[in-house]
């Protein structure tokens, strides 16, 4: 057995987009997950609307190890892997007074929450351009625009949750942000509100965003069988 590769604080964070096809086993991939289940590992999946992918699966285990061999089990079921993001759970450096309750929830989410049944993932960054720079701004100035962009988004607290793992070094963006929402105009809402406020009008950078509703991988995949 390899060695545990675990963070030193929090858990690690996989996100995982499969297309299906002919070749996908439903049984091998729910079988995958409830196995993963059984070892600890929290999973969360959803049906994906558009063409970027038919199956999202959102992992969250101590061991990054642990969130490997999931990854092998649902391709070894057929489930082609069309897109991924790599993170760890975090508390931002600008949370230092938070209560520890908050901190640690953040650290260490159970998820999905109740009655959010609609999902979202997009990564981000800061950004780096010759005008605007968010990595030469002092911390205050960072702090400050943190403390509006968070109240902006506690705005809506019951109708949107949201995930922020950290992925610097560890992925191609900087942060990877999961929405669970009521209904999905409320992942709409929150978006385009917290896009005008400043850190994000003036340094934020998004990409892809993968849309969906919460669903078990047999459900998603319908009952295919191995082909």
Known sequence: MSEPSTPSVGLAVLHLFFRTGPSTD????ASAVKSAREAGTQVVSFAVLGHKADLGVLALAADQWQLRRLQSELT??????????VSLTEVSEYAAGVPDQLKQ???YPNLPPEGMTAVCFYPMSKRRGEVRNWFSLPFEERKALML???SVGRGFAGRVLQLITGSTGLD???WG???????PDDLKEVVYTMRFDQASALFAEFGPFYTGMLAEVEEVLGGQGQG
């Not at 439903?26 to 991939?29: C, D, I, K, V």
């Not at 070894?76 to 993001?85: K, N, T």
Request: proline fraction near 0%.
């Open 26 to 29: 439903a049984e091998a991939a």
């Open 105 to 107: 929830a953040r650290l």
């Open 172 to 174: 191609d963006w900087e």
């Open 177 to 183: 942000v999961t929405l669970f929402a009521r209904r």
């Open 76 to 85: 070894g079921a057929g489930l082609e892997l069309a897109w991924s993001y």
């Open 148 to 150: 509006g962009h968070g």
